[in-house]
């Protein structure tokens, strides 16, 4: 699960599996599989962030090529 943050303040975890599209519309909506949609109050490119970061820690994405790697 992520954290993000709604139009009025309060948290929100969503499961970045199921987030199928985001959109800047301005403010970020978050369309997942089923469905819903949420507003947040984070940019599409600090989402983005997260949920790689997400992916990372659970072993779904490698880290970036070149870093952390002994040549």
């Known amino acids: ?3 993000l943050t709604r ?13 199928e599209s985001v959109e800047a519309t301005p ?3 978050i ?3 089923n469905g819903h949609k949420y ?3 984070e940019r599409p ?3 983005e962030q997260i949920v790689t970061a997400f992916y ?3 072993g ?7 870093k952390g790697v002994d040549r």
């Open 1 to 3: 699960m992520v954290r």
């Open 7 to 19: 139009l009025n303040g309060s948290e929100i975890w969503l499961n970045p599996m199921l987030i």
């Open 27 to 29: 403010d970020s909506v």
């Open 31 to 33: 369309t997942l599989s």
């Open 39 to 41: 507003l947040v109050q």
């Open 45 to 47: 490119s600090a989402i």
């Open 56 to 58: 990372r820690r659970i």
């Open 60 to 66: 779904l994405v490698a880290a970036q090529a070149g």
